[in-house]
């Protein structure tokens, strides 16, 4: 078992920033790949950005790849979301998942869930 635990979210105005983290316990040497979703009401939950714990290679949505920064600290077992210049459209919880395969978009690939954060952004 793997547990997954965000933290971070939060209100901020349109054109901040939030730096979301996720904190792994339990048998975490057995996942390759850690990512974030979000999910606005309403919506399904999307792929944000994902990157695997060995060699720190990283997938991106479209929608992130300027704005946000994945990141993993090994020792820390922890993955972190660096989100800058922040859209009202990001507002959403946002999630941190854990999957046994390489990077993907899809959320039926990553077995663990945490129970989520919510990000608020404000016009």
């Known amino acids: 078992q793997v547990q997954l635990v965000e933290s971070g979210g939060g209100l901020v105005q349109a054109g901040g920033s939030l730096r979301l983290s996720c904190a792994a316990s339990?048998?975490?040497?057995?996942?390759?790949?850690m990512g974030w979703f979000r999910q606005a009401p309403g919506k399904e939950r999307e792929f944000v950005a994902a990157?695997?714990?060995?060699?720190?290679?990283?997938l991106y949505a479209d929608s992130a790849k300027v704005r946000f920064t994945i990141s993993r600290d090994n020792a820390k077992n922890t993955v972190d979301l660096q989100m800058n210049s922040l859209k009202p459209e990001d507002t959403a919880v946002y999630y941190c998942?854990?999957?046994?395969?390489?990077?993907?978009?899809?959320?039926?690939?990553?077995?663990?869930w945490g129970q989520g954060t919510q990000v608020t952004v404000s016009s």
């Open positions: 990157i695997t714990w060995s060699t720190g290679i990283t």
């Open positions: 339990g048998r975490t040497f057995s996942m390759y790949t």
């Open positions: 998942a854990a999957s046994f395969y390489s990077p993907t978009r899809l959320p039926n690939d990553y077995k663990y």
